[in-house]
Nanobody
Framework: QVMLVESGGGLVQAGGSLRLSCAASGRTFSSYAMGWFRQAPGKERQFVAT????????YYADSVKGRFTISRDNAKNTVYLQMNSLKPEDTAIYYC????????????????WGQGTQVTVSS
């Protein structure tokens, strides 16, 4: 069992930056690949980024590649999403999730989810 709690969302102007954090409980955090997803109103949940258990491998959606960076600190049971050059279309609720297999982009494959944190980018 892994419990996930996101934080760090907020309101930012276009071109600005935010860093999201996802704190995990449980001793098995380092056994899971971690992902970030987002969901805008009226839209399906969308893959953003994922990172493997060691943190050495990452994969990004094309829409965020070069602007967002996913990282993790297994000693702190935390995964991060650094978001730079934010755009209004990045506005969404951002969720972190845990998966036993790295590299999957479908939300249905992830076993555990946080409650989400709102990110709003104004133009």
């Amino acid at each position: 069992q892994v419990m996930l709690v996101e934080s760090g969302g907020g309101l930012v102007q276009a071109g600005g930056s935010l860093r999201l954090s996802c704190a995990a409980s449980g001793r098995t955090f380092s056994s899971y690949a971690m992902g970030w997803f987002r969901q805008a109103p009226g839209k399906e949940r969308q893959f953003v980024a994922t990172i493997n258990t060691s943190g050495r491998r990452t994969y990004y959606a094309d829409s965020v590649k070069g602007r967002f960076t996913i990282s993790r600190d297994n000693a702190k049971n935390t995964v991060y999403l650094q978001m730079n050059s934010l755009k209004p279309e990045d506005t969404a609720i951002y969720y972190c999730a845990a998966d036993l297999i790295f590299g999957r982009v479908a939300a249905r494959n992830y076993d555990y989810w946080g409650q989400g944190t709102q990110v709003t980018v104004s133009s």
